[in-house]
């Protein structure tokens, strides 16, 4: 969530990404996202969402990248894209988790949501009112 959030990126950007495709050290980090008709576009990444996922790299990789796996892979393969269906499905129980805590928070929550959400601008002007947790990435 914290990566739909912070990069608007489409449902399959997200799926797409390579742990080659992260740089986090860069002066600007910043995502490579693979997006439609084969383009790549850059996501420049705010602190807290870098310090985020660098703790997903280190706790389900224990390396700071440089590979070709996928940053979320499917649980039942264990090295192919996770599904829309499955990336769907934490969308909605990390939003419900989240409603407990901070109203706000639409319980039918979806990806492309998070696009709109981010180019309306209010992204911005309401980023304080609500705190995802590290466990919603």
Request: overall charge positive; hydrophobic content about 40%.
């Amino acid at each position: 969530m914290t990566l739909l959030y912070a990069t608007a990126a489409r449902l399959d950007e997200i799926r797409s990404i390579k742990l080659d495709d992260i740089h986090l050290e860069a002066a600007k980090p910043y995502l490579s996202l693979h997006g439609k008709g084969k383009k790549i576009r850059t996501a420049y990444m705010l602190p807290r969402a870098v310090a985020l996922v660098q703790a997903y790299i280190k706790e389900t990789y224990g390396q700071a990248g440089g590979t070709d796996a996928l940053l979320f892979p499917s649980r039942v393969s264990g090295h192919g894209k996770l599904t829309e269906a499955a990336l769907d499905k934490r969308i909605k129980t990390y939003a419900a988790q989240a409603n407990v805590h901070c109203k706000d928070v639409l319980l039918n929550t979806h990806a492309h949501l998070f696009r709109h959400y981010v180019e309306s601008g209010k992204m911005v002007s309401d980023m304080e009112k609500c705190r995802i947790s590290p466990a919603s990435l």
